[in-house]
């Protein structure tokens, strides 16, 4: 739809499940579904994703989605950029919302069944460009990660508003 040297917007709708793994080394994504249901696989494990959900997908994540009815999504690219949160300031930690509400992907059930051994391709954007490399088996088999790079997901009505009854908040504050 829109893009400039910072950032690429895309509107995606999808019917059925991804039928390919996907790596974008040019940026962080944000996924917002907008309708629909489904399942992320990606490097880090599951995750169950649903309409009013955010995802951010760090820089060069191997994913995939399965969806279990249709969706629409929009995708913001942070090209050549990565996506942080902002200082809160006075605000502290906890404001706009609470850091124990974000999400992550866990190696579970869902994960472990859909490990095989037939042929995946993965197609990886850098540069502006798609190139594909074909895996004998799904690549997406890990047994563990540590660390605090990994994709995260928070719905919007996990988001509370900044209010105040007796003092005006000016827009930064938001």
């Known amino acids: ?4 040297a910072h950032c690429r917007v895309r509107l995606w709708e999808m019917s ?3 039928d390919q793994l996907v790596r ?3 940026g962080d994504e944000l996924l917002f579904i907008h309708a629909g249901a489904g399942h992320l696989f990606c490097d880090y494990g599951h995750l169950e994703i649903g309409e009013g959900d955010y995802i951010v997908l760090p820089r060069s994540t191997m994913w995939r989605l399965e969806s279990a009815e ?3 999504m929009l995708l913001i690219e942070a090209t050549n950029s990565a996506y942080r949160l902002p200082d809160k300031g006075l605000l502290g930690p906890h404001a706009i919302f609470d850091p124990a509400m974000l999400d992550h992907p866990q ?3 869902a994960f472990r069944e859909q490990q095989d051994e037939s042929e995946w391709e993965v197609q990886v ?22 660390g605090d790079l990994m994709p995260v997901r928070i719905n919007w009505r996990d988001i ?14 938001h």
Do not use: C, Q
Not at 132 to 139: G, L
């Open 24 to 26: 974008n080394a040019d």
């Open 16 to 18: 059925e499940p991804m």
């Open 107 to 109: 190696i579970d059930d």
């Open 70 to 72: 249709p969706m629409r």
């Open 1 to 4: 739809l829109l893009h400039n």
């Open 125 to 146: 954007k850098r540069g502006d460009e798609i190139t594909s490399i074909i895996y004998p088996f799904n690549p997406l088999d890990a047994v563990g990660w540590h």
């Open 160 to 173: 509370r508003p900044l209010m105040s009854h007796r003092y005006h908040l000016p827009p930064s504050a």
